[in-house]
Nanobody
Framework: QVQLVESGGGLVQAGGSLRLSCTTS????????MGWFRQAPGKEREFVAA????????YYADSVKGRFTISRDNAKSTVYLQMNNLKPEDTAVYYC?????????????????WGQGTQVTVSS
């Protein structure tokens, strides 16, 4: 079993930045590909970013490409999502997830463990 705990969400003005963190416990963190997803009110959960086990391969949704950066620190069992130039449409609950794969995964169905989520609100 893997437990995931997100932090770093909050309220920010448009154009601002936030850094989300997701700390894991349980099995060896470096065994997992990690991802970030988000869900806005009344909308389905959507993919945001993914990273492979070593951190040298990443993938982003088109809506965040160039603004968000996913990274990981295997020594700290933590994955990060640096979010810059935030827009009101980025407002959502953000979830981190772990997949029992070494290569990165894009589909929510491919992830095995999920955090409880952290709220990000971007005001205009």
């Amino acid at each position: 079993q893997v437990q995931l705990v997100e932090s770093g969400g909050g309220l920010v003005q448009a154009g601002g930045s936030l850094r989300l963190s997701c700390t894991t416990s349980g099995r060896t963190f470096s065994s997992y590909a990690m991802g970030w997803f988000r869900q806005a009110p009344g909308k389905e959960r959507e993919f945001v970013a993914a990273i492979n086990w070593s951190g040298d391969n990443t993938y982003y949704a088109d809506s965040v490409k160039g603004r968000f950066t996913i990274s990981r620190d295997n020594a700290k069992s933590t994955v990060y999502l640096q979010m810059n130039n935030l827009k009101p449409e980025d407002t959502a609950v953000y979830y981190c997830a772990a997949a029992e794969y070494y290569s990165l995964r894009r589909g929510g169905y491919e992830y095995d463990y999920w955090g409880q989520g952290t709220q990000v609100t971007v005001s205009s």
